[in-house]
């Protein structure tokens, strides 16, 4: 029998597809910017990289490591700021984003504390914020570069990240809601004893080094999700179901 949540839990919320539609524009552009340099890394100066081999590394370190980014640190000896800053230079972010209104209202009307926790990078992701307007709902700001475990990068969906991060913040997992688009991120969070809320609107593209379509086939609840919903907007209503105590 799972313990209720409190009143006051502690929200772990993502960022890109769950509180802004990074489909639309900012994941196309990531994705090139990725692929081109993924194409340098791989030139020997000889063969020319060919399209295929570059889709076959963005996606293939994506679908091993949960991260293209983990997957160019390990075989080609890349430094992930390097890789962070060269894949999310985007000259008009504001123009490049989608979001819903009221966003601001709905976090205020979600008890407890709102941790925001993304593998995107700090400078990147501090931009959509802002323009979001969302700063100041949230207690935390953890990005990709605050992952590290002994040392490690470790963005989600690791465990032991996860684990470390609730340490950190002296809360239990069954006082936690992590609040997603990607499924491998809530189904480990889930094996810790968090909550988990799956955000399904924006999946065109649940991650820039994935493929196009990435649209889970009749988005049909898995067993490790306790709430879906279309948007966070929806949140309000469902506390009853995740907060059984409010």
């Known amino acids: ?4 949540i409190p009143a006051s839990p502690v929200w772990l919320f993502d960022l890109d597809n769950t509180l802004h539609d990074a489909s639309h524009a900012i994941f196309p552009a ?13 030139d020997d100066g000889v063969t020319p ?11 293939g370190y994506w679908k091993k490591y949960g991260a293209t980014l983990l997957g160019m640190m390990r075989h080609h000896g890349v430094i992930a700021a390097d890789f962070l800053r060269e894949t999310h230079q985007l000259h008009d972010l504001r123009a490049m984003m989608r979001a819903e209104t009221g966003l601001g209202r709905l976090l205020q009307r979600l008890p407890g504390k709102k941790i925001l926790l993304t593998n995107a990078p ?21 990005a990709i570069e605050q992952m590290q475990v002994h040392g490690r990068l470790r963005p989600k969906p690791s465990k032991l990240m996860l684990a470390r991060l609730l340490r950190r913040h002296g809360v239990a997992a069954r006082d936690c809601i992590l609040v997603e688009d990607t499924l491998a991120n809530l189904k480990s969070a889930k094996q810790l004893g968090l909550r988990t809320v799956w955000v399904t609107q924006y999946l065109r ?8 379509p990435a649209r889970p086939r009749m988005l049909i609840s898995p067993h490790y999700v ?13 506390l009853q179901r995740l907060c059984p105590s409010t």
Do not use: W
């Open 226 to 238: 306790d709430v879906k919903v279309k948007s966070v907007r929806q949140l309000p209503k469902r």
């Open 30 to 42: 990531i994705s090139a910017n990725m692929n081109t340099y993924i194409a340098r890394v791989l």
């Open 1 to 4: 029998m799972p313990h209720p």
């Open 205 to 212: 593209r649940s991650h820039p080094g994935a493929p196009v």
């Open 49 to 59: 990289v060919t399209r295929a081999q570059v889709d076959a590394a963005r996606l």
């Open 122 to 142: 700090r400078a990147y992701s501090t931009h959509v914020m802002r323009h979001l307007n969302l700063g100041r709902h949230f207690a935390h700001h953890i």
